[in-house]
């Protein structure tokens, strides 16, 4: 890390949930500059790095029952590069009866008759609200641009990205990178076995995913296949529901699980049990997609050489991936 990094703290109530599970608890890394000042000292709190701001910011939509702190390692390393990343927590109810962590969806917004008309993670407003509350007023007044907007998913949160991120809802919107997701819908909510639902992203996307995950295998039987089901709707997922990017990724991580996005894993929480065992080093995965996570963002929300360097080093990636990527595809429109 060559940067100072500090976070704050922010809260934003969410349209639409009910009480007492309407707020999303978030939290802004970003640049700082240390000053040795007195209330510096008292609060803990440093000032936005002048020389680097206003930052570009994004967002990470979390996956089920999984804390903003598997995702601090991510935003740190986000922040170092010159982009604030925002982390939160939603607890709210999952399904009936059942209360967790989400990255604040709205079911009915997924069904047949309703798709596409609206996001379908109402979480991601309430939270840019929140961060532009944070830009508006306090330490970092003035330091965060929301015209140059980035959205991160996991699992859950990153088939919210997929089905929600777009520039007629948000039009700050600079890009999108998904890790472990698809639009492959349930049945439950009203669709036949194995479809895929187009994608109304339309802004540069990454999109990631492990030879072990674990999770998407043990999930089939959602969508109308055997439990374990080797169809990759990741891939259905890029090659069916994504004609509206202009620049479209997607990379393969070798050896990697479904959570090797969130360190540490939390094992009293969430799906991790049913997880494929990773086959390569996590630390090295992490290292990769951290570096290419960063390039990508840079590439599309930093000015001038910085973007112009990310995107070099993007370029390279298809002909000489790191050992961690197995393979890597991408698609221009």
């Known amino acids: 890390m060559t940067r100072m990094v500090r976070s ?65 390692w991510l935003a740190v390393r986000l922040a170092d590069a010159g982009i604030a990343a925002v982390t939160y927590d939603l607890v709210g109810a999952l399904t009936p009866g059942l209360v967790g962590v989400s990255p604040g969806l709205d079911l009915a917004a997924v069904a047949p008759d309703a798709y596409g008309a609206r996001p379908t993670a109402p979480g991601i407003q309430a939270v840019l609200d929140g961060v532009a509350a944070l830009a508006a007023e306090g330490a970092l007044a003035g330091a965060l641009d929301l015209d140059r907007i980035a959205l991160i998913g996991h699992s859950a949160g990153g088939t919210a990205v997929l089905q929600s991120a777009a520039t007629r809802w948000y039009p700050g919107l600079r890009a999108a990178v998904v890790y472990g997701a698809h639009t492959q819908p349930a049945q439950v909510l009203g669709y036949d076995a194995g479809a895929i639902l187009g994608s109304p992203v339309d802004v540069p996307l990454l999109l990631m995913h492990g030879t072990e995950d674990g999770i998407m295998a043990a999930s089939a039987v959602r969508y109308g296949q055997h439990s374990g089901a080797r169809v990759d709707p990741v891939e259905r997922t890029y090659d069916e529901a994504t004609a509206a990017c202009p620049d479209a990724w997607l990379l393969t991580f070798k050896g990697a699980n479904h959570f090797a996005i969130g360190h540490p894993h939390d094992t009293t929480s969430a799906r991790g049990f049913l997880d494929g065992e990773p086959t390569t080093d996590p630390a090295a995965t992490r290292e990769a997609l951290a570096a290419v996570v960063t390039d990508f963002l840079s590439a599309h929300l930093l000015p001038g050489d910085e973007a112009a360097h990310a995107a070099e080093r993007l370029a390279d990636l298809p002909t ?14």
Do not use: C, K
């Open 8 to 72: 704050l703290w922010g809260a934003s109530r969410v349209p639409g949930a009910e009480a007492p599970y309407d707020t999303a608890h978030l939290r802004v890394f970003y640049p700082a500059l240390r000053e040795d000042t007195h209330d510096e000292r008292m609060t803990g709190v440093m000032r936005p790095d002048p020389a680097a701001a206003p930052f570009p910011v994004a967002v990470i939509l979390p996956g089920v029952n999984v804390g903003q702190d598997a995702y601090r």
């Open 320 to 333: 000489a991936p790191p050992p961690e990527i197995a393979t890597v595809r991408r698609r221009t429109v």
